[in-house]
């Protein structure tokens, strides 16, 4: 993880891990997610075999167990560090994280803190995760409240939802700070240069919207964005925009909705292709177009959601996580940490002119 100034309480520190790697060195929480280690391992597995370094923290004779089930796992780029507690999905989130010290997510955390790995990857209780990054590297310089960036894919790309969940109720400051961070994140991991802001509205006018919407609208058309007005749903879901600026909560429902629907859709495709004998044989000539489409739509494919804001690389994966989209949240973390992104995500925040 490259150098970048820490600013607390007053004092600016230097993070401790200095020195940048050719291969980032990826910690994942092997106790994080709703299937235990195995689906875990299994995915941290394939990823090693693609030449990523993986560092898998929890209860060591547990872990090391299920990396025996992988007769190549020896020879992998796989070390373990061992963890003592759990943080389950029903636990309060901060209060879980100041009780169980020895937590995977918490023991993660201090090993990227110390230098040890280069980036964080935990598919348990997301908000236990943001809290555990929060108590043990702390915000970038100015940044009033972290947020999630979830990829949601379309026909024709894909488009970036920020806050998609860590902050339920917001104000303008805040939306502004997300749109700038989301911004740097899909021109740093996705290429797109000057990326398309839109705000989520109910309606495209300017009048249009809640509060919130009415208050940072008019911030953003004078921001130096490319900021494109307010988007509605259908014209999120046609690609009228790269990133989406929106609150948590309204983040997180439009997320689940997108995925959701995706599902019923595919299951509706399913159920009446195996309805008739004729639709059966149509399907078998359709079926590597319907794979194809399958894999753009599957959360499985784009990895975890990164916390943008807070001093590390940290993606939060879904809690159903399985062993491929373990894998995947590997890889993103490691395009990650190769595009220097914390570096650029702190020039975003200055960028945006909000003060914390």
Do not use: W
Not at 188 to 197: Q, S
């Amino acid at each position: 993880m490259p150098t970048v100034a820490l600013v607390r309480d007053g004092v600016t520190r230097l993070s401790a891990s200095t020195e940048q790697h050719a291969t980032p060195r990826i910690i994942v929480d092997a106790f994080g997610g709703d299937h235990g280690p195995a689906p875990v391992v299994e995915g941290c597995v394939a990823a090693a075999r693609e030449g990523h370094t993986v560092i898998l923290v929890g209860h060591e004779d547990v872990v090391r167990a299920e990396l025996a089930k992988y007769p190549d796992a020896t020879s992998l780029p796989i070390e373990v560090i061992d963890a003592t507690d759990v943080i389950g999905m029903d636990d309060h989130a901060a209060q879980a994280v100041r009780a169980k010290r020895g937590a995977s997510m918490n023991v993660a955390m201090r090993a990227l803190k110390d230098g040890r790995g280069d980036a964080v990857f935990s598919a348990g209780n997301s908000g236990a995760v943001m809290a555990s990054a929060l108590f043990t590297l702390g915000r970038l310089e100015g940044v009033r409240r972290p947020a999630l960036a979830a990829v949601i894919p379309l026909l024709t790309g894909r488009v970036v939802i920020v806050d998609a969940g860590a902050n339920a109720d917001c104000d303008a400051d805040n939306l502004i700070q997300f749109a700038y961070m989301g911004s740097m994140y899909v021109e740093r991991m996705l290429g797109v240069a000057r990326p398309r802001v839109g705000l989520i509205s109910n309606g495209e006018e300017p009048s249009k919207g809640n509060a919130l919407v009415l208050a940072t609208h008019p911030r953003l058309a004078e921001s130096t964005l490319n900021f494109v007005g307010n988007i509605e749903g259908r014209e999120l879901a046609a690609g009228h925009c790269d990133v989406a600026v929106c609150d948590g909560f309204t983040g997180n429902v439009v997320l689940k909705l997108a995925e959701g629907v995706s599902t019923l859709c595919f299951n509706l495709v399913r159920t009446a292709i195996r309805s008739r004998f004729h639709y059966k044989l149509a399907g078998a000539v359709l079926r590597p177009g319907l794979v194809k489409a399958g894999k753009v739509l599957d959360y499985a494919e784009y990895g975890g959601a990164p916390l943008v804001g807070v001093q590390g690389n940290v993606f939060i994966g879904h809690g159903s996580s399985k062993a491929r989209a373990i894998s995947s949240g590997v890889r993103t973390a490691a395009v990650a940490v190769k595009a220097n992104l914390i570096p650029s995500m702190q020039s975003a925040v200055i960028a945006s002119g909000v003060e914390r």
